[in-house]
């Protein structure tokens, strides 16, 4: 009888957490947003050339920040020990609402 009950039970945990929807890591959406935004493309291009020891002019105007204060960790660009989240529409309220209702960074 116990043997019955639990598979039931576990045919409607199956169920219950197949209609859950991934949540994709946040760390995972800044990434992806990167790809998609232009000026991420740049510093990341800048970063990574290691001839350029500043900015191109359009670049400075945009960031108003040294490139020695940038740098390029796990494929994440921090700005002063910041990441820093792309202009990706709904990217910016996400990261705050994950990060509020968390109670914990980035998690």
Not at 6 to 16: K, L, N, S, T
Not at 17 to 44: T, W
Request: aromatic content about 8%; overall charge neutral; hydrophobic content about 40%.
């Amino acid at each position: 009888m116990l043997a019955e009950s639990r598979e039931a039970g576990d045919a409607e945990f199956v169920a219950v957490s197949e209609l859950e929807p991934e949540i994709k890591p946040l760390y995972d959406l800044i990434r992806d947003a990167y790809k998609n935004d232009p000026i991420a493309q740049d510093i990341v291009a800048n970063l990574l050339d290691a001839s350029v020891r500043r900015w191109p002019k359009p670049l400075r105007k945009f960031l108003r920040c040294e490139k020695s204060e940038c740098k390029l960790v796990d494929g994440l660009l921090y700005f002063r020990n910041r990441i820093w989240i792309p202009d990706t529409p709904g990217l910016r309220l996400e990261v705050a609402h994950r990060t509020h209702s968390a109670g914990l960074p980035m998690m």
